[in-house]
Structure formats: C-alpha cells, structure tokens
C-alpha cells in the first residue's frame, strides 16, 4: 500500500523559508513520481512541482519557479520542497501526491494527475 506523510509547515513570515518533507513508501516499481500541490481556502487545488526518480526531472508551475525548489533526499528517504521567498499567496495546505513509475513531470504537475495522496501540512505566510 503506498503512503505519503507530509510534514514541516508552520508559520512564517513574508520573505522567510520553510522545507516540507514528504516520505514516500510502498511504491512497487523501482521508479516513481511525486509532485508537490496546495489548495489555498476557497479555491481549487493546483500543482506546485513534480520531480521523476528515475532520472531526477523536474518541474515548477509559473508561480513558484525560481523561489521553490523539488528534490529527492536519498539520505532521508524524502521527496522535500524548499520554499524560499515566501509570499501570503503561498498560504495553503500543501499535499504530496505521487504515482507509479516515471511521468511527464510537466503533465502531473498542471493536471494534477496522481494516484495517492497525502494528508497535507498547513503552511501559513504572514505579513
């Protein structure tokens, strides 16, 4: 059964930094996918970035490109996200969604296309 765990959200201020982590487990294949999403109240949940283990891709919606950055942290076991340059539009509760095998990073970011999910960690940015 595969289970995602997020943790590391908090509080923080406007222009500060938070790393989430999530620990990925029961993936059958020796490769997988896992993306990055939030859904900020009242809106719709959206992809943030996606990273492939098998050949370590990755991609960052518009948004968050240049301030976020996705990557497997082999010594840890996790698929991490730091956020740096945190903006009040990046208050949301962030989730950890994968699927099986390699993907279109790009494709399972902006179509959210994920089989599991997480239970989400609330990151809160204040101003």
């Known amino acids: 059964e595969v289970q995602l765990v997020e943790s590391g959200g908090g509080l923080v201020q406007v222009g500060g930094s938070l790393r989430l982590s999530c620990v990925a487990s029961?993936?059958?294949?020796?490769?997988?996918?896992v993306g990055w999403f939030r859904q900020a109240p009242g809106k719709e949940r959206e992809g943030v970035a996606s990273i492939s283990t098998k050949d370590s891709s990755t991609y960052y919606t518009r948004s968050v490109k240049g301030r976020f950055t996705i990557f497997e942290d082999k010594a840890k076991n996790t698929i991490d996200l730091q956020m740096n340059n945190l903006k009040p539009d990046d208050t949301a509760v962030y989730y950890c969604?994968?699927?099986?095998?390699?993907?279109?990073?790009?494709?399972?970011?902006?179509?959210?296309?994920?089989?599991?999910w997480g239970k989400g960690t609330l990151v809160n940015v204040s101003s």
């Open positions: 969604g994968g699927l099986e095998g390699p993907a279109d990073v790009e494709f399972v970011t902006e179509r959210r296309a994920v089989d599991y």
């Open positions: 029961g993936f059958t294949l020796p490769y997988y996918t």
